[in-house]
């Protein structure tokens, strides 16, 4: 049985956390999870301080007790208009920031469990409103693509810094 379970850059866990790894035909598709780490530390800090900006939940996912997986997302206030970084210029947005399952651990269907597992939490808008939560992949990773579109999201027509944009609509 796979459970999520919410991380911070200074649990005791981060060697393990940062030590999973992807297939090599995956470099470019995923960062490494210690700058993933360092992003929500960075985010939350500020936002903890300002109560303004971007907010970002990482976390591990683990079978059997074993770490074989990490997952984070964000929430975000609109962007400038005219800003071809944001995914979405008009509102607060939720996006599926990162996910990673350890290369010895993929095609077991743990990915797409992982999404649903987050998604679940991110439909229940625990940070504020949204109509979408947003994903961006590269073109050619397929298994992102399948993934997200397995649980209900879809690409919008946009591309931005070389990634294709999808997204979910929340209820």
């Keep these: 049985m796979l459970t999520m379970k919410k991380i911070s850059i200074l649990d005791d866990n981060m060697k393990e956390c940062i030590a999973l790894d992807f297939l090599p035909e995956q470099t ?3 960062a490494d999870n210690s700058i993933s780490l360092a992003e929500a530390y960075d985010a939350n800090k500020a936002y ?3 109560g303004k900006g971007d907010i ?9 007790g074993k770490m074989v997986g990490f997952a984070m ?8 208009e005219g800003d071809e970084d944001t995914y979405c210029t008009k ?17 077991k269907g743990i990915g797409r469990e992982m999404v649903f597992q987050v998604m679940e939490e991110i439909k229940s808008k625990p940070w504020g409103e949204a109509t979408y939560c947003y994903v961006s992949y590269e073109p050619t990773n397929i ?21 294709v944009v999808a997204r979910y609509k929340l209820q």
């Design 56 to 64: 970002a939940v990482p976390f591990a996912a683990y079978e059997n």
């Design 28 to 30: 470019g598709f995923v």
């Design 91 to 107: 509102e607060h947005h939720y996006y599926f920031w990162r996910l990673l399952v350890d290369k010895n651990h993929q095609r």
């Design 143 to 163: 298994g992102s693509k399948t993934t997200f579109a397995s649980y209900g999201y879809e690409e919008d027509g946009r591309v931005i810094d070389g990634e």
């Design 73 to 80: 997302y964000g929430y975000f206030p609109p962007g400038d």
């Design 48 to 50: 903890a301080e300002t």
